[in-house]
């Protein structure tokens, strides 16, 4: 297939692109840098199956030639982000979502929207199923990503029943690895990044909130298998394994050898208190379950932290 990528030299849809051109797909990624880094997919470039457009996908978004699908990836995804480019997040979620749903309806391609477990907002329910309608407040700081991304998914369920766009859904949860910045202001590669140097572990609140956090080629997989799923409605992939951030904290520490201390910062607004994936539904309908280890996946992290990024 050609594949169109938006946020293409992200975190994660560097990682899809590496994937995809490894399945023997073409790629053609869209990313405007604006939390992503040409670095991230410098080791593709002179190869013939993969075409860098930089373009802010919140604008038309112009592509020559045929494409099978559109996997849009684009976002600020961080919530220190969330303060730092709200109108840009709400954007992309609004307009960019629905620019490459247009670009799909024009080629007659297939749609994947890279959509979060913050739809559920701050659950009331543990752990969350798809069924589950969320907890979101829309006035909040993290309200911009959140309701963007319900946004989202409901243009996008609206692109597959009034226009007959064949779309997927996926609801990502907390997913680290290789290529995330370490100034990216998400736990892990903060935590990880603060116990390389031996500097206090910032956690916020008493840690006792609760994340579940999955290794990015697990996620990149379940993404692949949804692709070729035909299945519409929403999919959760994360990693079932629900720990405390004190818990994230004293395991990175560990792992890592560290000496590093704890201190306690305040918690953010409506940052969520729980949060673990029902993935029953990715089991039956995708055959998929997370595979890699906490500890496996802070190690090859930390692996790649020491030999890329200047700690
Ligand atoms: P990331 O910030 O590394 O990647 C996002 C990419 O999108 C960046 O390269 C950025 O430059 C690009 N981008 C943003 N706005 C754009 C625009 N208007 N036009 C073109 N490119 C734009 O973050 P990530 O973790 O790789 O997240 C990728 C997607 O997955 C996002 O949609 C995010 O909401 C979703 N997601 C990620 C996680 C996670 O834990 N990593 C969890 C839930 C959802
Ligand atoms: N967190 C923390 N210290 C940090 C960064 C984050 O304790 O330096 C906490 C944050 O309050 C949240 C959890 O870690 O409860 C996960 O935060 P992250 O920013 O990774 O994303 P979120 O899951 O909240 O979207």
Same mark, same amino acid.
């Not at 405007?32 to 880094?37: H, Q, V």
């Not at 961080?78 to 730092?84: A, G, L, N, Q």
């Not at 910045?181 to 998400?186: A, E, L, M, N």
């Given at each position: 297939m050609r594949i169109a990528v938006t946020g293409g030299a992200g975190f994660l849809g560097s990682h899809l692109c590496d994937r995809l051109l490894k399945d023997g797909h073409q790629v053609v990624a869209v990313d =405007? !840098?604006?939390?992503?880094?040409p670095s991230n997919i410098?080791?593709?470039? %002179?190869?013939?199956?993969i075409q860098f457009i930089e373009h802010d996908v919140s604008r038309f978004i112009d592509i020559e030639g045929h494409v099978d699908f559109v996997m849009h990836l684009a976002s600020p995804a /961080? +919530?220190?982000? !969330? $303060?730092?480019y709200p109108i840009q997040i709400l954007k992309v979620g609004a307009l960019g979502t629905h620019n490459a749903l247009g670009l799909a309806k024009a080629k007659g391609a297939g749609f994947f929207l890279a959509s979060? /477990? $913050?739809?559920?907002?701050? #659950?009331?329910? =543990?752990?969350? +199923?798809? /069924?589950y309608w969320g907890n979101v407040n +829309?006035? %909040?700081?993290?309200g911009v990503y959140d309701e963007a991304k319900r946004f989202a998914e409901a243009i996008t369920m609206a692109y597959h029943r009034y226009h007959g766009v064949d779309t997927r859904i996926v609801r990502i949860f907390n997913t680290y690895g #290789? @290529?995330? @910045?370490?100034?990216? %202001? @998400?736990v892990m590669p903060s935590f990880i990044s603060q116990a390389m140097r031996g500097e206090p572990l910032t956690v916020y609140g008493e840690g006792q909130q609760t994340r579940s956090f999955c290794y990015y080629q697990d996620l990149i997989e379940g993404f692949v298998r949804l692709v070729h799923s035909g299945e519409h409605f929403p999919v959760n992939i994360g990693n079932g394994n629900e720990i405390t951030i004190l818990e994230l904290a004293q395991t990175i520490i560990r792992v890592i050898g560290s000496s590093s201390q704890i201190v306690y910062k305040p918690l953010p607004q409506d940052d969520p208190r729980l949060r673990r994936p029902d993935v029953s539904r990715a089991e039956r309908i995708l055959g998929w379950t997370a595979t890699v280890s906490l500890e496996e996946g802070v190690r090859k992290t930390v692996e790649y932290f020491k030999t890329n990024e200047r700690i």
């Open positions: =405007n !840098f604006i939390t992503g880094r410098a080791h593709l470039a %002179g190869q013939n199956d /961080s +919530p220190v982000d !969330f $303060e730092r979060t /477990s $913050e739809v559920y907002g701050d #659950p009331l329910v =543990n752990p969350q +199923p798809e /069924s +829309p006035v %909040g700081i993290r #290789p @290529r995330m @910045r370490v100034d990216d %202001g @998400r």
